[in-house]
């Protein structure tokens, strides 16, 4: 049986349980015993899903702290020797793993999006020179196995319930740390649309009902983008303008709202990871790039999806219909 | 104050070509560009000592000697030394490698402060400035898009780290690793014409494995911890997608695509 680590991420919990996808990967499923660590955290999104959820306690060990972090799980791996510790590639992840894996003398693979096994050698595969390369990388040091691992790749869904047992683990080796937060202040937020990680974009379907695009940018936090004709038409502004003759963007995530999906529209998406386009014709160029096509009017597409949305964070956050 | 900036020449990934009949990135020819980020954090550097002329500042890149004309540029824009780490028995180490080479070479340097960049256009794995920070014992922030010129006294910086949907600051005891990255603007000035042919070679040294005597078994590929086993273009094929109508059952689909991905 093997011991595999995973480091919860306060700042994304999700992010981090989608990390228990990729140890059923490695050494298939129910093949490793898995812990999560957290820090002054009780973790309680993973009960159920881990074996062993291990709490670091100690209230001078901040978040951002990533030196005491080290010597914390430092110490935790000398205890539990583990196969394996996975981190997810967050800011905070993308700076501990580093730093752990030279602590613990092994190698280190960063922004894991596959596994894949060659020859019996387990091997992780990661995007190199923009995305433009995929390198498989294997380790040839000793254990543990360490990755950071990119997020929104892996989705972990599990209907088995684990008998979760809670340790809760006191540093010995905690130094005074030398960065202090000072304050944190929410993000102004950039108008251009190639900053974007969501556009909500309109073509020739939506024409005089543009203006609809906002209510779903609302919801997703997106920005709004179009192509030459809502421009030409003088709809929108060429700021926004997605294409040859606009902008190139590279958002994670595009919504082709009556897009038809020109050469000249598509040059302008570089490196999109998701597409949804809604038309009603399916066979429109735009579509054969997308994720999910939906067969049907745009404006519709939109109101049915905000309502959707805002019924569902109704639904989360407990308040009555 | 002594500052140390730590550059990586990348090649300039933009305008790579694909052979699309072999398969293949086409690396020859592409021009090496200094690493954006790098860039930046090194253009913070000069900003301090054109308010503090007795500012030292020392670039340090590990790389072959096809880039010592590249490097003698950044002694022309006001760098008062340029240290090129360079030995062919380290080309293939992997970032733990590499971490430790730096390292050897950086623990016998005395600094107020380390400046690199956050990612690189090429290995993106922003694995070293942190593996300098444990080799060095010295605390490192990522993602640096502010540094206080005011503030930055070498004691103490108070930075702004881009944290996606925050802004933090945080006051840093130095020495330490701040790494930059180009969202903070700070941009490399152009050298001055009438440095443009100045002669900076006595500024330059290149220090090779003679100087830092590490086992050739622990550095390169030989001694790196990882190994690329292949590398492979990513497709670009067309993408497997669902077809939905435009109701109930399809915007569901949708719905749990958005949640499964994190954008909802």
New interface residues.
């Given amino acids: 049986m093997k011991k595999s680590l995973i480091y919860l991420d306060q ?1 994304n919990i ?2 981090s349980i989608d990390l228990l996808a990729v140890i059923d990967l490695m050494y298939g499923k129910g093949n490793s015993t898995t812990y999560a660590v957290c820090l002054n955290h009780l973790g309680e999104e993973v009960t159920g899903l881990v074996d062993y959820i291990i709490n670091i306690k100690d209230e001078r060990i901040e978040n ?1 702290d ?2 005491n972090l ?1 010597n914390c799980l430092d110490e935790l791996q000398k205890t539990y020797a583990f196969d394996s510790i996975l981190i997810p590639a967050t ?1 905070t992840g ?6 752990l ?3 613990l ?7 894991v999006t596959a596994i894949e096994h ?1 020859n019996g ?1 387990l ?1 992780m595969v990661r ?15 000793r254990l543990p196995i360490m990755m950071s691992v990119r ?2 790749v892996f ?1 972990y869904n599990s209907d088995e319930s684990k008998n979760t047992e809670k340790i809760e683990f006191l540093p010995t080796n905690i130094q005074p ?11 102004e937020r950039s108008l251009d649309i190639r900053d974007s990680e ?1 556009l909500i974009s309109g073509g020739g379907g939506v024409q005089d009902n543009f203006h609809c695009l906002d209510m779903l940018a609302q ?2 936090d997106a920005q709004v983008s179009a192509s030459r004709r809502i421009v030409d038409s003088g709809l929108a502004s060429r700021r926004i303008q997605v294409g040859q003759s606009g902008k190139t963007v590279s958002p ?2 595009y919504i082709a709202l009556g897009i038809y999906g020109s050469l000249q529209h598509i040059e302008g998406l570089n490196n999109v ?4 386009s ?1 038309n009603i014709d ?1 066979d429109a160029p735009i ?11 745009a404006v ?2 939109i109101e ?2 905000v309502k ?2 805002k019924n ?1 964070r109704k639904i989360e956050t407990g308040e009555n219909l | 104050m002594n500052i140390i900036c730590l550059v990586k020449f990348v ?1 300039d ?2 305008n ?1 070509m ?1 052979d699309y009949d072999r398969n293949v ?1 086409v690396r020859e020819n592409v021009k090496m560009i200094l690493n954006p980020d790098d860039a930046a954090a090194l253009a913070f550097a000069l900003k301090v000592k054109d308010r503090h002329p007795s500012t030292f500042i020392e670039v340090v890149s590990m790389a072959p000697k096809s880039i010592i004309g590249q490097l003698e540029d950044l002694l022309r824009r006001n760098v008062d030394k340029a240290t090129l780490i360079s030995d062919k028995n380290y080309v293939g180490s ?3 490698i590499t ?1 430790k080479i730096l390292a050897k070479y950086l623990k016998a340097k005395s600094f107020d402060c380390i400046l690199t960049g956050t990612h690189a ?11 300098l ?3 060095l014992s010295l ?5 640096v898009i502010k540094i206080d010129e005011s503030k930055f006294d070498g004691t103490q910086a ?1 930075v702004d780290v ?12 130095l020495p ?1 690793i701040l790494s930059v990255q180009k969202e903070s603007k700070y941009k490399l000035p152009h050298i001055k014409f009438k440095n443009l042919n100045l002669n900076v070679s006595a500024n330059m040294t290149i220090v090779s494995n003679s100087d830092l005597n590490f086992d050739v078994n622990e550095v390169g590929i030989e001694g ?11 497709k670009m094929e ?2 497997e ?6 109701d ?1 059952e ?6 749990q ?2 949640k ?5």
């Fill in positions: 700042e999700q992010n951002h990533l030196v080290t800011q993308r700076m501990l793993a580093p730093r894996s030279m602590r003398h092994v190698g280190l693979v960063a922004d060659q050698n091997e995007p190199a020179f923009s995305g433009k390369i995929m390198a498989g990388i294997v380790n040839k040091g997020q929104n989705n740390s030398t960065i202090q937060l000072l304050d944190s202040k929410e993000k969501i919801q997703l994670r995530l990871e998701n597409i949804i809604v399916k579509c054969s790039l997308s994720d999910i096509v939906v067969v049907g009017d519709e597409f049915r999806l959707k949305i569902n | 090649p990934v933009d790579f694909y990135l992997d970032t733990y971490s256009l090429d290995g993106d794995t922003s694995h070293v400035p942190a593996q920070g444990e080799l605390a490192q922030l990522s993602n108070v881009d944290r996606e949907k925050v802004i933090s600051s945080y006051r840093v005891g330490a790196s911890l990882t190994k690329v086993s292949r590398t492979y273009p990513k067309k993408k997608h669902i077809v939905v109508n435009n109930d399809g915007i569901e689909v949708v719905y695509f958005l499964s991905k994190g954008y909802v």
